[in-house]
C-alpha cells in the first residue's frame, strides 16, 4: 500500500497508457506501432527472466540491438540465446581444451548472437541507404504538391518498400499517439543510425524551429546522399584488396593446417592431444583472428 501511494504517479501514467493502447472496438485493427508498445512490458515469457532483465543497462542495449538489426524477437529470446551458446562453448571448450579453453570459447560463442545481430544490423543499414534518396524524393514531390510535413511523411511511408518504409510509417503513428515530432524524429534517428538519416532529421528538425522551404531543402539533401553515395562507392573499390587480403590471410593458416592434418596426421597430432599443443592452437586463433581485424579497420574509411 505505502509503495503504490508512493509511486502512484507513475502506476496512474501505466494504466492511461495501457487503456490508450486497447482497441477502440472488438477486431479493431492495431498498427504495428501500438504491437510494439504492447510488448515493452512483456520482455520475455518467463515471469522470472522477465524480472531478472526488467530495469536494466544491458536490457536497452539489447532492445536497441533488435530493433536496429530489424529483428522481431524479444530480449529474453536474445538472453537465452546468448546464454545457451555460452554454456555450449563451455562445455565443448573444457571437453576439448580444458577450463581454460572452456572459458574461452564460453566467450566466443557466446558472442555469436552479438555478431549475428551486428551483421544483420550493417546489412539494413546499406538498404537504409540505398532508400533513402528516393524517399527524399518522394517527401519532396509531396510537399510541393501541397501536402503537410506529416501528410508527406505518411505518404512516403505508404510508397517506400521496407526497411525504411515500415519505419516512416512508425514515425507518423508515434506522432499520432501523441508522441511529440521532435521526439519521434529523434527515435527515427536513432534507429536507423546512419548519417544520411541524421542530416535528414537535423534538417527538418532546424526548419522547424527557424522557417524556410523545406522542399528545396530536402532537395539539396538528396543530391548530397547521393554524391555520398557514389563517393562510398569508390571508396570501396580502391579498399577492396586490403579486405580481400585479411580475409585471405586469416584463413591460411587454417587451410594449411588442414592440409596437414590430412596428408600427414602422426605430425600435426600433438597440437591436438597434448594441453600444450591445444595451447599454442588458441593463441594462434585469436592472434589470427586479431590480425583480420585490424586489417579490416585498416581498409575502412569513416564518412
Not at 521496407?162 to 515530432?181: H, K, M, S, T, Y
Request: include cysteine; proline fraction near 5%.
Amino acid at each position: 500500500t505505502g509503495y503504490a501511494f508512493l509511486d502512484r504517479e507513475r502506476l496512474e501514467a501505466a494504466r492511461a497508457a495501457r487503456a490508450r493502447l486497447a482497441p477502440l472496438r472488438p477486431g479493431a485493427q492495431e498498427t504495428e506501432v501500438v504491437r510494439l508498445l504492447r510488448r515493452v512490458e512483456a520482455l520475455s515469457g518467463f515471469a522470472l527472466l522477465d524480472r531478472m532483465l526488467h530495469g536494466r543497462v544491458v536490457t536497452a542495449r539489447m532492445a536497441g540491438a533488435l530493433a536496429r538489426a530489424g529483428v522481431q524477437r524479444t530480449v529474453g529470446e536474445l538472453a537465452l540465446a546468448v546464454a545457451l551458446a555460452a554454456a555450449a562453448g563451455l562445455l565443448a571448450g573444457t571437453f576439448v581444451g580444458g577450463a581454460a579453453m572452456g572459458l574461452a570459447a564460453a566467450v566466443v560463442v557466446g558472442g555469436a548472437p552479438w555478431g549475428v545481430l551486428r551483421v544483420l544490423e550493417r546489412r539494413r543499414l546499406v538498404r537504409f541507404e540505398a532508400q533513402l534518396p528516393e524517399t527524399l524524393d518522394t517527401l519532396v514531390n509531396s510537399l510541393r504538391a501541397g501536402y503537410s510535413f506529416p501528410a508527406a511523411l505518411e505518404f512516403a511511408a505508404s510508397e517506400t518498400p521496407a526497411p525504411l518504409g515500415p519505419e516512416l510509417a512508425r514515425a507518423r503513428d508515434e506522432q499520432r499517439l501523441g508522441v511529440e515530432v521532435r521526439m519521434a524524429l529523434n527515435a527515427l534517428a536513432e534507429r536507423v543510425p546512419t548519417m544520411d538519416m541524421r542530416m535528414f532529421v537535423t534538417c527538418v528538425l532546424i526548419q522547424r524551429d527557424t522557417g524556410g522551404n523545406l522542399a528545396e531543402l530536402l532537395a539539396d539533401l538528396s543530391g548530397m546522399v547521393r554524391e555520398r553515395a557514389a563517393f562510398r562507392g569508390k571508396v570501396a573499390a580502391l579498399t577492396a584488396e586490403p579486405r580481400m587480403s585479411a580475409l585471405v590471410l586469416a584463413l591460411l593458416p587454417f587451410a594449411f593446417f588442414l592440409i596437414l592434418l590430412a596428408v600427414n596426421p602422426a605430425y600435426v597430432q600433438p597440437m591436438l592431444t597434448t594441453p600444450g599443443g591445444r595451447l599454442v592452437l588458441g593463441l594462434a586463433a585469436g592472434a589470427t583472428a586479431i590480425g583480420y581485424v585490424v586489417m579490416r579497420r585498416l581498409g575502412d574509411v569513416e564518412m
